[in-house]
């Protein structure tokens, strides 16, 4: 019946996470750590549904919370995205190093 394993969607969502999780830490471009954000929260919503699929009484908990994840990630990515424009017309770079407030 389950063919796929629960250690495999795990697996998946760790190098998801992970790769995420560096391209956050490193990255100076603040929409590819706005990407990169998504893609951890991604990461997040794949263990949600996997461990709601192999527990012992399977139900639609984990797909539920998924799907709110996922509505408050697209409200996170419209608001990061308003911000980020309101910087850029300011600054004129998306550079996350030049938008400290204590510089001129």
Known sequence: MNSIPLSAYLVLALFLFCIGLYGALTK????IVL????LMLNAVNLNLVAFSKYTLH??????????????????EAAVGLA???ALYRNKKSVN???YDSMKN
């Not at 100076?28 to 929409?31: K, L, P, Q, Y």
């Not at 990407?35 to 998504?38: Q, T």
């Open 35 to 38: 990407i990169c954000i998504e």
């Open 83 to 85: 911000i980020l424009f």
């Open 96 to 98: 996350i190093d030049e």
């Open 58 to 75: 399977p139900s639609i908990t984990g797909q539920v919370f998924s799907l709110f994840t996922i509505t408050i990630a697209a409200a």
């Open 28 to 31: 100076r471009n603040t929409v």
